[in-house]
Nanobody, 124 residues
Framework: QVQLVESGGGLVQAGGSLRLSCTAS????????MGWFRQAPGKERDFVAA????????TNQDSVKGRFTISRDNNKNTVYLQMNNLTPEDTAVYSC?????????????????WGQGTQVTVSS
């Protein structure tokens, strides 16, 4: 079992920045691919970004291109999502997830463990 706890969400004005953190416990963190997803009210959960244990990463180019960056610190068992130039359309609950295996997972069904999520609200 892997337990994931997100932090760093909150209310920010459009154009601002936030950094989300997700800390894992329970198993060897570096064995897992980590991902971030988000779900806005009334919408499906969308892929945001993912990163392998070695640092290879990808982001959703359609929605967050050039604004969001995923990173991880295996020594701290933590994955980060740096979000810049936020817009009201980024308002959602952001959740981190862990995936066994080696490939970057782009679908929520690719992931085995989930955190509770943290709310991000961007005001206009």
């Amino acid at each position: 079992q892997v337990q994931l706890v997100e932090s760093g969400g909150g209310l920010v004005q459009a154009g601002g920045s936030l950094r989300l953190s997700c800390t894992a416990s329970g198993r060897t963190f570096s064995n897992y691919v980590m991902g971030w997803f988000r779900q806005a009210p009334g919408k499906e959960r969308d892929f945001v970004a993912a990163i392998t244990w070695g640092g290879r990463s990808t982001t959703n180019q359609d929605s967050v291109k050039g604004r969001f960056t995923i990173s991880r610190d295996n020594n701290k068992n933590t994955v980060y999502l740096q979000m810049n130039n936020l817009t009201p359309e980024d308002t959602a609950v952001y959740s981190c997830a862990a995936r066994r295996g080696y490939g970057l997972g782009l679908s929520s069904s690719d992931y085995d463990y989930w955190g509770q999520g943290t709310q991000v609200t961007v005001s206009s």
